[in-house]
Protein backbone atom coordinates (compact mmCIF):
# COMPACT_ATOMS: atom_id res chain seq x y z
CA UNK A 1 0.00 0.00 0.00
CA UNK A 2 1.42 3.18 -0.81
CA UNK A 3 0.52 6.92 0.91
CA UNK A 4 0.55 9.64 -1.18
CA UNK A 5 1.03 12.51 0.97
CA UNK A 6 1.98 15.38 -0.81
CA UNK A 7 3.98 16.50 -4.05
CA UNK A 8 7.38 16.45 -1.86
CA UNK A 9 7.46 12.50 -0.50
CA UNK A 10 5.41 9.41 -0.29
CA UNK A 11 5.11 6.46 1.88
CA UNK A 12 4.96 2.90 1.71
CA UNK A 13 4.43 0.55 4.62
CA UNK A 14 4.82 -2.78 5.40
CA UNK A 15 6.62 -3.21 2.28
CA UNK A 16 8.65 -6.20 2.81
CA UNK A 17 8.14 -9.92 5.05
CA UNK A 18 10.04 -9.07 8.47
CA UNK A 19 12.51 -12.17 8.04
CA UNK A 20 13.93 -10.32 4.85
CA UNK A 21 14.51 -7.26 7.06
CA UNK A 22 16.10 -9.22 9.78
CA UNK A 23 17.80 -10.55 7.03
CA UNK A 24 19.16 -7.26 5.44
CA UNK A 25 19.50 -6.33 8.87
CA UNK A 26 22.60 -8.76 9.47
CA UNK A 27 23.89 -8.64 6.50
CA UNK A 28 24.48 -4.87 6.56
CA UNK A 29 25.88 -5.41 9.89
CA UNK A 30 28.41 -8.17 9.16
CA UNK A 31 29.45 -6.75 5.97
CA UNK A 32 33.12 -6.38 5.26
CA UNK A 33 32.47 -3.35 4.11
CA UNK A 34 30.69 -1.70 6.54
CA UNK A 35 33.35 1.07 8.13
CA UNK A 36 33.18 4.69 9.22
CA UNK A 37 31.05 6.81 5.94
CA UNK A 38 33.00 8.13 3.14
CA UNK A 39 30.38 10.38 2.20
CA UNK A 40 30.61 13.87 2.74
CA UNK A 41 30.93 16.08 6.14
CA UNK A 42 27.30 16.02 6.51
CA UNK A 43 27.50 12.49 7.74
CA UNK A 44 30.22 12.77 10.55
CA UNK A 45 29.92 10.14 12.72
CA UNK A 46 27.83 7.24 10.34
CA UNK A 47 28.64 4.04 8.84
CA UNK A 48 27.83 2.55 5.36
CA UNK A 49 29.01 2.05 2.29
CA UNK A 50 27.74 2.58 -1.26
CA UNK A 51 27.14 0.52 -4.35
CA UNK A 52 27.24 2.62 -7.72
CA UNK A 53 25.80 1.24 -10.89
CA UNK A 54 23.90 1.92 -14.67
CA UNK A 55 20.69 0.01 -14.56
CA UNK A 56 22.84 -2.58 -17.03
CA UNK A 57 24.82 -3.50 -13.57
CA UNK A 58 22.00 -4.49 -11.51
CA UNK A 59 22.68 -7.81 -12.20
CA UNK A 60 26.74 -7.67 -10.61
CA UNK A 61 25.03 -5.72 -7.68
CA UNK A 62 22.43 -8.53 -6.73
CA UNK A 63 25.46 -11.19 -7.71
CA UNK A 64 27.83 -9.47 -5.23
CA UNK A 65 24.85 -8.23 -2.61
CA UNK A 66 21.55 -10.54 -3.04
CA UNK A 67 19.94 -9.43 0.23
CA UNK A 68 19.69 -5.94 -1.91
CA UNK A 69 17.39 -7.94 -4.69
CA UNK A 70 14.29 -7.62 -3.38
CA UNK A 71 14.75 -4.09 -2.40
CA UNK A 72 16.01 -3.27 -5.43
CA UNK A 73 12.90 -5.34 -7.76
CA UNK A 74 10.89 -2.27 -5.22
CA UNK A 75 12.32 0.43 -5.01
CA UNK A 76 14.14 1.46 -8.39
CA UNK A 77 11.96 3.66 -10.68
CA UNK A 78 11.61 2.44 -14.20
CA UNK A 79 12.72 5.93 -15.86
CA UNK A 80 15.79 6.12 -13.85
CA UNK A 81 19.03 4.64 -15.35
CA UNK A 82 22.34 5.34 -12.59
CA UNK A 83 21.80 4.50 -8.73
CA UNK A 84 24.15 5.05 -5.53
CA UNK A 85 22.87 2.65 -3.19
CA UNK A 86 24.19 3.12 0.70
CA UNK A 87 23.19 1.51 3.66
CA UNK A 88 23.38 4.52 6.93
CA UNK A 89 24.05 3.06 10.11
CA UNK A 90 23.35 6.18 12.73
CA UNK A 91 24.26 5.29 16.43
CA UNK A 92 23.48 6.85 19.20
CA UNK A 93 24.19 10.99 19.21
CA UNK A 94 24.81 10.71 15.23
CA UNK A 95 22.78 13.11 12.97
CA UNK A 96 22.72 13.70 9.22
CA UNK A 97 22.99 17.45 8.69
CA UNK A 98 21.41 19.49 5.71
CA UNK A 99 22.63 18.60 2.17
CA UNK A 100 21.07 17.41 -1.39
CA UNK A 101 22.32 14.26 -3.01
CA UNK A 102 24.36 15.00 -5.53
CA UNK A 103 26.51 11.52 -5.01
CA UNK A 104 26.95 10.97 -9.10
CA UNK A 105 28.22 14.49 -9.51
CA UNK A 106 31.94 14.89 -11.33
CA UNK A 107 33.96 17.88 -10.86
CA UNK A 108 32.05 19.69 -14.13
CA UNK A 109 28.73 19.36 -13.85
CA UNK A 110 26.41 18.57 -10.88
CA UNK A 111 23.93 15.53 -10.49
CA UNK A 112 21.38 15.63 -8.87
CA UNK A 113 18.76 12.73 -8.56
CA UNK A 114 15.23 12.73 -9.52
CA UNK A 115 14.13 10.60 -6.41
CA UNK A 116 15.82 8.91 -3.33
CA UNK A 117 14.30 6.36 -2.04
CA UNK A 118 14.64 5.03 1.74
CA UNK A 119 13.90 2.16 3.63
CA UNK A 120 14.16 1.96 7.20
CA UNK A 121 15.61 -1.34 8.09
CA UNK A 122 15.63 -1.18 11.84
CA UNK A 123 14.42 1.65 14.02
CA UNK A 124 14.93 1.00 17.80
CA UNK A 125 11.96 1.07 20.13
CA UNK A 126 13.08 3.57 22.09
CA UNK A 127 14.25 5.98 19.33
CA UNK A 128 14.37 9.32 19.87
CA UNK A 129 14.74 12.04 17.15
CA UNK A 130 16.25 10.57 14.16
CA UNK A 131 13.52 12.19 11.86
CA UNK A 132 13.48 12.59 8.11
CA UNK A 133 13.59 16.76 7.62
CA UNK A 134 12.91 17.87 4.21
CA UNK A 135 13.58 21.04 3.33
CA UNK A 136 12.76 23.46 -0.22
CA UNK A 137 14.10 27.08 -0.36
CA UNK A 138 14.68 26.86 3.15
CA UNK A 139 11.25 26.34 4.16
CA UNK A 140 10.39 22.80 6.13
CA UNK A 141 8.24 20.85 3.71
CA UNK A 142 8.02 17.26 5.74
CA UNK A 143 9.37 15.51 8.89
CA UNK A 144 8.74 11.70 8.71
CA UNK A 145 9.00 9.55 11.64
CA UNK A 146 10.89 6.21 11.09
CA UNK A 147 9.11 3.01 10.95
CA UNK A 148 10.38 -0.05 10.44
CA UNK A 149 9.85 -1.49 7.00
CA UNK A 150 8.46 1.67 5.83
CA UNK A 151 9.89 2.71 2.19
CA UNK A 152 10.14 6.21 1.66
CA UNK A 153 10.17 8.35 -1.54
CA UNK A 154 11.09 12.00 -1.79
CA UNK A 155 12.01 14.18 -4.71
CA UNK A 156 15.86 14.63 -5.09
CA UNK A 157 15.95 18.00 -5.09
CA UNK A 158 15.13 18.65 -1.51
CA UNK A 159 17.55 19.71 1.04
CA UNK A 160 17.26 16.80 3.24
CA UNK A 161 18.81 15.75 6.89
CA UNK A 162 18.34 13.68 9.73
CA UNK A 163 17.92 14.56 13.66
CA UNK A 164 20.10 13.71 16.06
CA UNK A 165 20.07 9.82 17.43
CA UNK A 166 19.27 9.24 20.79
CA UNK A 167 18.72 5.10 21.52
CA UNK A 168 20.39 2.08 22.72
CA UNK A 169 20.37 0.49 19.21
CA UNK A 170 21.49 1.73 15.61
CA UNK A 171 18.71 3.45 13.41
CA UNK A 172 19.06 1.53 9.85
CA UNK A 173 18.36 2.37 6.62
CA UNK A 174 19.05 2.11 3.03
CA UNK A 175 18.84 4.40 0.85
CA UNK A 176 18.97 5.23 -3.13
CA UNK A 177 19.86 7.96 -4.81
CA UNK A 178 18.16 7.54 -8.26
CA UNK A 179 19.30 9.39 -11.46
CA UNK A 180 18.11 9.91 -15.31
CA UNK A 181 21.32 10.80 -17.04
CA UNK A 182 22.52 11.78 -20.39
CA UNK A 183 23.97 9.25 -22.99
CA UNK A 184 26.84 11.49 -22.59
CA UNK A 185 26.89 11.41 -18.34
CA UNK A 186 25.96 8.01 -18.20
CA UNK A 187 28.92 6.83 -20.13
CA UNK A 188 30.85 8.06 -17.27
CA UNK A 189 29.34 6.29 -14.68
CA UNK A 190 31.02 2.75 -13.49
CA UNK A 191 28.83 -0.38 -14.30
CA UNK A 192 29.35 -1.38 -10.84
CA UNK A 193 31.38 -0.43 -8.02
CA UNK A 194 31.36 -0.15 -4.46
CA UNK A 195 32.60 2.36 -2.60
CA UNK A 196 34.07 1.84 1.22
CA UNK A 197 36.79 3.10 3.65
CA UNK A 198 37.49 -0.79 4.01
CA UNK A 199 38.15 -1.76 0.41
CA UNK A 200 37.07 -0.69 -2.83
CA UNK A 201 36.03 -2.57 -6.28
CA UNK A 202 35.12 -1.27 -10.05
CA UNK A 203 33.29 -3.87 -12.23
CA UNK A 204 33.24 -2.64 -15.77
CA UNK A 205 32.09 -5.23 -18.95
CA UNK A 206 34.55 -5.71 -21.15
Not at 160 to 181: D, F, G, P, T
Request: charged share 15%.
Amino acid sequence: MTIFLNQYYWLSPKTFPLDYLDWLRMQILSSPYLAASQLSESFAGTKGFSVVFKRSGIGEVERHFPFFQPYLSIALMSTCNAFYLNPLVLEGGTCVKPHVDSSLSDGKLIAIPTIVSVLYVQVPPDLQGGELVLQERGDKVGQIQPQTNTLVYFRGNLTHSVNEVKSSQARISLVCEQYNLSETRLEQIPEFEIQSRAVQYTHQPS
